[in-house]
């Protein structure tokens, strides 16, 4: 009789799934069973859990001292996801199923008390890591529509501790799950339900292409909720790549993944009640919030100045990165957050500022405004007016306004040549690329150097500004930034000045 035995699981740090062996050693004494290697308490309640499936999966259970080692030792291991590999280790060690059949295989999964596998989170960091080492991984049958998205890594499902070992005793065989996820496009509220506004759209438009962040504001039931839920119906497919990342978060989060939004961009929009755990991520252990929720999505801050300062400082950094790091006395966990942020404000707290309803003072104006600081503000591309209904429609000519499907098709054709040229978003040009490909004539540099006098414009503004006249330009097909592209981009910055 083998008397220890070697398995293979993961643990979740952050989006990682650093590999844990599980050394289980049977040795003679009185009956008992110790769980040690920084267990909290969900893993060391696994010995119950475990002992009771491999009774009702009439297995023996040995009644001897059971020791079970998760290495390496300081790192912290939660959850139930080292029931399956913790009952293998004892069955194995016990002479119930080959020690050999272990050796090139990984285990996640929870076990019910009645041997039945239940699912885990954050399969798919798992499943990227077992990729990498050349393993095999058996997880849950519930887990199968996350494993089935990772089409280099191989996973077999099973519904019950007693699938797995007829598995490894080579009774039975376990199905192998490739990709059979289909996509449909979501139905997102139309564009064309926004009469109006051409302004708005436009800069709705410039948004979506080179994914910019954008400030709305205007007066209240002016449409600046109704533009920002229609902007993820015109921004381009999700790559592959980026469905994945997106999904990975989701996975490891408390809300699970849900294969019905598959390659579909997130929309966040927390209240403004959010606090800075909600909005970053935090917790023990460490969970993703709202920024990394939103990850190659849109994350939608109705009502600006209304969220506390505190949590809007903390988006500060994120933004340049598209990344936030939670520190911990013990360990770091490092989470994605590449998202495109958009926010909605009135110009007042009453909201009706330049009309007779209106009766705030100066001072409150510009205390309302201070709520949303100025290193905040420097970092969003776009800050566009939007005007009340009336005042719009009378400037606008009546006409059919044109559907998402048509906007989305210009905005995919720019992007297109975004990455046909830089590989990546215009948002995402570093310092150096923006000399090649965002050179401007020297008549152009001078009408840009007065705008930023004029507007009061920081060094950063000046590069945001390059970046969107890029946009504007590949909306436009146009291989260099002419005037018209430029001063359109500039156009987007005019309201810096007020909220100097």
Request: aromatic share 4%; glycine share 6%.
């Amino acid at each position: 009789m083998m008397t220890i035995a070697t398995v293979y699981s993961r643990a979740l740090t952050g989006i990682d799934a650093p590999i844990v062996t599980i050394e289980v050693h049977i040795s003679n004494g009185l009956p008992s069973l110790s769980i040690v290697g920084l267990a909290e308490m969900a893993v060391r309640e696994s010995k119950d859990r475990v002992r009771s499936a491999l009774i009702n999966s009439q297995f023996n259970f040995p009644q001897q001292r059971i020791t079970i080692n998760l290495a390496p030792a300081d790192l912290p291991k939660e959850g139930g996801r080292f029931d399956l590999p913790i009952a293998l280790g004892i069955l194995a060690a016990s002479g119930q199923i080959p020690l050999t059949s272990l050796q090139d295989k990984e285990f996640i999964g929870e076990l019910g008390l009645a041997g039945e596998l239940r699912s885990v989170r954050g399969v798919l960091p798992t499943l990227m890591s077992v990729a990498k080492s050349g393993r095999e991984l058996i997880l849950p049958e519930a887990n199968r529509d996350e494993a089935v998205l990772l089409t280099d890594a191989k996973c077999r499902t099973a519904n019950n501790l007693l699938h797995v070992c007829a598995y490894l005793s080579g009774q039975q065989d376990l199905e192998i799950h490739k990709q059979t996820t289909t996509h449909q496009r979501r139905d997102y509220p139309d564009l064309a339900d926004v009469k109006g506004q051409a302004n708005a759209r436009r800069a709705l438009e410039v948004a979506a292409a080179g994914s910019h962040s954008l400030l709305l504001t205007g007066p209240p039931g002016t449409g600046k909720t109704m533009l920002a839920s229609r902007l993820p119906g015109i921004m381009p497919e999700m790559t592959e790549q980026e469905a994945v990342d997106s999904a990975t978060v989701l996975s490891i989060s408390r809300m699970g993944f849900d294969n019905t939004t598959w390659r579909q961009r997130p929309f966040r929009s927390p209240h403004h009640t959010a606090s800075a755990v909600a909005m970053v991520g935090g917790g023990s252990p460490p969970r993703p919030g709202e920024i990394s929720l939103a990850h190659n999505g849109i994350l939608f801050l109705d009502e600006l100045p209304e969220f506390d300062r505190k949590v809007l400082e903390v988006l500060r950094e994120p933004i340049e990165s598209g990344k936030i790091t939670i520190s911990r006395a013990a360990f770091q966990s490092e989470f994605p957050a590449r998202f495109q942020l958009v926010a909605a404000m009135n110009p007042c707290p009453c909201g009706y500022l330049g009309d007779n309803r209106c009766h705030c003072t100066e001072d409150q104006v510009r205390r309302y405004r201070a709520r949303v600081s100025g290193p905040l503000m420097d970092r969003i591309d776009m800050l566009i007016e939007v005007p009340s209904i009336a005042k719009s429609l009378l400037r606008t000519e009546q006409h059919t306004e044109q559907t998402s499907a048509e906007v989305r098709q210009r905005v995919t054709s720019a992007r297109e040549r975004q990455l046909k040229r830089a590989n990546k978003a215009n948002y995402l040009l570093e310092h150096k690329e923006l000399e090649v490909y965002c050179s401007l004539q020297d008549s152009d540099y001078q009408l840009l150097e007065q705008a930023i006098s004029r507007l009061g414009l920081s060094a950063r503004a000046y590069h945001r500004i390059l970046k969107v006249a890029r946009t504007v330009a590949d909306l436009a097909d146009s291989e260099h930034i002419q005037t018209a592209h430029l001063s359109e981009a500039i156009s987007y910055r005019r309201l810096d000045r007020l909220n100097a």
